[in-house]
């Protein structure tokens, strides 16, 4: 199931929104400002965020760029009353995707929510982000604070692999089979070089750390 928060000051307004999202097969979840937004953020995970502009304590603005902090991929959607063209560059410039203005049709926002989770989901198979490193996979590339490190496409699958499911402990030839078919003894103990180089080249990275688990293998843990 698809987690949205709506974050709308509106309560009645709130309620609508959430109540058509759920006919449309959505789990929709409201908030009536940031403030509440953040504790709900931390405590769940929700796939896309349609966020009012002027609203309490904290403006949509605001809010959008404390979220772009912590998340550069999901989703934001800005729904307000404000049509005026500083207030669109203002808000893509905090980071949303997207701006609509009220009234709102309820289909074309479940068409824009749609749209949204599409293009997130393609740019998420294909890019994985873990603190300040970034993994391109069909660039087979990683970049640490926006500066490219260079890696041997064996080392990127490597690290993709331990990365894409933090704690979970894989065997050697659980991190080679799956490429090059090389579970002989000299295959299996080029992993552990490969693990060697990656903690070197990655050293200064503080996201995550590569832990080898005795008498098992290895697995990634995000910091």
């Given amino acids: ?17 959430c109540s058509y999202l759920s006919k449309n097969d959505y789990s929709a979840k409201g908030c009536k400002d940031p403030v509440e937004a953040y504790d709900l953020l931390y405590s769940e995970t929700f796939d896309l965020i349609i966020s009012d502009i002027m609203m309490p304590k904290v403006n949509g603005f605001e809010f959008a ?7 550069s991929a999901i989703p934001i959607l800005f729904m307000t009353a404000l049509d005026d063209l500083p207030s669109k560059k203002k808000g893509f410039s905090a980071g949303i995707d997207d701006y609509m203005v009220k009234p ?13 989770l599409r293009r997130a989901h393609i740019k998420n198979e294909n890019r994985l982000e873990i603190g300040d490193l970034v993994l391109v996979r069909d660039e087979m590339s990683a970049y640490v604070g926006g500066k490219e490190v260079p890696i041997l496409p064996r080392e990127f699958n490597v690290l993709y692999k331990l990365l894409s499911h933090p704690k979970k402990i894989f065997t050697r030839s659980e991190l080679i089979d799956e490429y090059w078919g090389m579970t002989n003894d000299t295959g299996l103990r080029t992993v552990d070089v490969y693990i060697t180089k990656l903690r070197k ?23």
Wanted: proline residues 0%; hydrophobic residues 45%; negative net charge.
């Fill in 104 to 116: 709102v049709d309820m289909d074309e926002l479940v068409l824009r929510v749609g749209a949204l």
């Fill in 1 to 17: 199931m698809i987690n949205i928060l709506v974050v709308e000051d509106d309560e009645k307004l709130n309620r609508i929104i």
């Fill in 201 to 223: 080249e990655f050293a200064d990275c503080k996201s995550f750390e590569i832990v080898t688990v005795h008498g098992f293998g290895y697995k990634a843990v995000i910091k």
């Fill in 65 to 71: 760029k404390e979220i772009r902090k912590k998340d």
